[in-house]
């Protein structure tokens, strides 16, 4: 299964329970009500897709923006 900067919106909507519409590039996801039980649910489900990230690295920067630069470039070193 290959990740696509559309499916990090889409997963991230539904952990929170909300279109992939309304959330935008550059929000802080984190004042949108991403906890930290969600974001590993995130961190299992694209390492589960192929692609190793930590918690740590999503929460520094919680946006979907950010954390489809730090996939992308993962799809492009093999997954880490």
Same mark, same amino acid.
Request: net charge negative; glycine share 4%.
């Given at each position: 299964? !290959?990740? &696509?900067? #559309?499916? =990090? %919106? #889409?997963?991230?909507? +539904?952990?929170? !329970? #909300?279109?992939?519409? #309304?959330? /935008? ?5 984190? +004042?949108? $009500?991403?906890? !930290?039980? %969600? =974001?590993? &649910?995130? =961190? ?5 897709? $192929? =692609? &190793? *990230? *930590?918690?740590? @690295?999503?929460?520094?920067?919680? *946006? ?7 996939? /992308?470039?993962?799809? @492009?070193? $093999? $997954? %880490?």
């Amino acid at each position: 299964m !290959s990740l &696509s900067h #559309e499916r =990090v %919106r #889409e997963d991230v909507a +539904d952990v929170l !329970s #909300e279109q992939p519409a #309304e959330i /935008s590039d550059d929000e802080n996801l984190l +004042d949108r $009500g991403l906890d !930290s039980i %969600r =974001v590993m &649910s995130l =961190v299992e489900r694209w390492r589960a897709a $192929g =692609v &190793s *990230t *930590t918690f740590i @690295e999503l929460a520094e920067q919680p *946006t979907v923006a950010a954390w489809w630069r730090l996939i /992308s470039d993962r799809m @492009e070193d $093999g $997954g %880490r």
